[in-house]
């Protein structure tokens, strides 16, 4: 072997053992798994105690435009009274009507907000206005289907008008009548015939 030769053996020999020299200082930090490689969950400990923000589902579009109905099927209307095309309820008694809103027009109003009725010894013709209610939808005239006089107004509908949405066939009625005329009546339809119609 030549003396060159030689001399280039010893300079490779060096430049190794000095890489390798330097690969033993170096500290040996071992690989960590990236976030999305892990299935354990995050520290908490950023959240200084508390647990993190749960996420709330966001609507879908449909679930924003057809909502779950709120009530189930409707109850069939009660046979004691009539009823208007206008969703009335007419119940006589005597010379006395009791007028209401059906169950039907109520879950089309939605909440109710204000009722306002003609005051006791308003007179009206058959099929004229005696009031009105109004909700958070819609305002909705009132009509009477006799010729009569108002004699009463449910007064616990001006302190409590969602009193219409929960019991309008009972304790949710409108006014009190005397009638003078019923012929309008016969306008009317009785429970099946009003319950298939709608």
């Known amino acids: 072997m030549s003396q060159n030769s030689v001399r280039l053996e010893l300079v490779k020999r060096e ?6 020299q330097s690969a033993a200082a170096r500290p040996h930090h071992p690989p960590q798994p990236s976030p999305e490689a892990t299935d354990s969950p ?5 959240y200084h105690g508390h647990s993190p923000r749960r996420e709330i589902p966001v609507a879908t579009a449909r679930e924003k435009l057809f909502p779950l109905p709120l009530r189930g099927p409707r109850m069939a209307s009660p046979t004691d009274r ?5 969703h009335e309820w007419h119940k006589l008694e005597g010379d006395v009507l009791t007028l209401g809103l059906t169950q039907f027009a109520v879950d ?4 109710v907000t204000y009722v306002e009725m003609k005051k006791p010894g308003f007179s009206f013709a058959s099929g004229g206005m005696v009031g009105e209610v109004e909700s958070v939808k819609t305002t909705s005239d009132i009509y009477c289907f006799v010729e009569g006089e108002v004699i009463e107004v449910n007064t616990a509908l001006a302190d409590n008008p969602g009193l219409l949405n929960t ?8 006014a009190k009548i005397r009638v003078k005329n019923k012929d309008g009546l016969a306008k009317c339809m009785d429970a099946a015939a009003y319950d298939a119609s709608h």
Do not use: M
């Open 15 to 20: 430049a190794v053992g000095n890489a390798a």
């Open 42 to 46: 995050p520290s908490r400990a950023r």
């Open 82 to 86: 009539v009823y208007s095309a206008s």
């Open 108 to 111: 089309q109003l939605t909440d």
């Open 167 to 174: 019991d309008p066939l009972g304790k949710g009625w409108l």
